[in-house]
């Protein structure tokens, strides 16, 4: 029988600071593109040090909701400052890493066989969705769709049963790294480029080229503001 009293979790100080940061943007009614007070500013009123609030932006800019332009101040990206709770944010922290390796090891091995064993009608998913990925991002969303047809395309273009059946498994646990990385700044259209040189090379029936721009690729996927993040600071 499990003991019904367990410890009392106490809120970081930054945790309240979130908050506060988020019912004051939504009482001054703050857009994507304003600008947050200054972090002086802000810590005055709070009264609390400019750590604390430091490590409160943070939070707020690895969930993609600020940009913290340097020497520029602090910049809300949505229309909203309505973060995920911190401890969800922390578990997603905590499992990440693994996710990425288990991508780099399952998915170069895919990109290899892919260029060995596609055929048109793989070549043919493989461009349509390049193409869905280039108009979601042309059309100013990150292009997650295009992004996921692509790694699926190229799951199926390697003929992998039992690969393509790993890739299932983990597929949520895949959307949550896609999510993370496409909303680092700047980050799809530089995602699209290195598809499309996965692609290339799997057209070409380069297997080495394939597995390497896929590492490439995932190795880019990997640098995201949350690994960063160290929820147990301030």
Sequence with gaps: MSDPLRPVTRPRLYEQVVTQLREYADAAGLRSGDRLPSERD????????????????????????????????????????HPEPVEKLVERRRR???VLDAREAIETKLAELAATRRTEADLDAIDAALAVMR??????????????????????????????DFMGR????????????LHQPGRPP??????????????????????????????????VRLLSWNPDEA
């Design 170 to 181: 983990i597929a949520g646990q895949i959307a949550e790294t896609r999510r993370e990385s």
């Design 96 to 98: 990440l890493p693994d």
């Design 190 to 223: 530089r995602s699209l480029a290195q598809h499309t040189a996965i692609a290339e090379a799997i057209r070409a029936g380069h297997p080495a080229a394939a597995a390497e721009a896929m590492r490439t690729h995932l190795e880019t996927v990997r640098r």
């Design 42 to 81: 802000l810590a005055d009123r709070l009264r609390i040090s400019r750590a604390s609030l430091k490590q409160a932006i943070v939070v707020l800019e690895v969930q993609g909701l600020v940009e913290i332009r340097h020497g520029g101040g602090t910049y809300l990206r949505t229309d909203s400052l």
């Design 135 to 164: 108009a979601e991002i042309e059309g100013g969303t990150l292009g997650e769709e295009g992004d996921r047809r692509f790694h699926a395309a190229v799951t199926a273009a390697a003929h992998s049963e039992l690969l393509a």
